[in-house]
Nanobody, 120 residues
Framework: VQLQESGPGLVKPSQTLSLTCSVI??????????YGWIRQSPRQGLEWMGA???????YYSPSQKSRTSISRDTYNNRVTLELRSVTPEDTAVYYC?????????????WGQGTQVTVSS
């Protein structure tokens, strides 16, 4: 499976960040597969944002739940992350990843990541 993240590299504070993960070589509806979003920054290290399961059920980090939405497009086999009201602290490399049995951890397959910078 290949996971490819895409989205804007630069977002202004207070805006909504939207990232897409295109899944190639695997269906996002395969049972017991979870697609998650994880970000990494020098300041906060690795942080799990949330995930969506094969049924469409979503799971969110308690610390990000109020600002985060994860959805999917089963026709195009894509998963989307929306993060609202971004601040410079949301600057990070964002990864899309697939877990074969758990919505939280571990994730066996990862995309290359996409750098997102929040700045005016």
């Amino acid at each position: 499976v290949q996971l490819q993240e895409s989205g804007p590299g630069l977002v202004k504070p207070s805006q909504t960040l939207s990232l897409t993960c295109s899944v190639i070589g695997g269906s996002i509806t395969t049972e017991k597969h979870y697609y998650g979003w994880i970000r990494q920054s020098p300041r906060q290290g690795l942080e799990w944002m949330g995930a969506i399961g094969s049924s469409g059920r979503t799971y969110y980090s308690p610390s990000q739940k109020s600002r985060t939405s994860i959805s999917r497009d089963t026709y195009n086999n894509r998963v989307t992350l929306e993060l609202r009201s971004v601040t410079p602290e949301d600057t990070a490399v964002y990864y899309c990843a697939r877990s074969l049995g758990n919505y939280y951890w571990p994730y066996e397959h990862w995309g290359q990541g996409t750098q997102v910078t929040v700045s005016s």
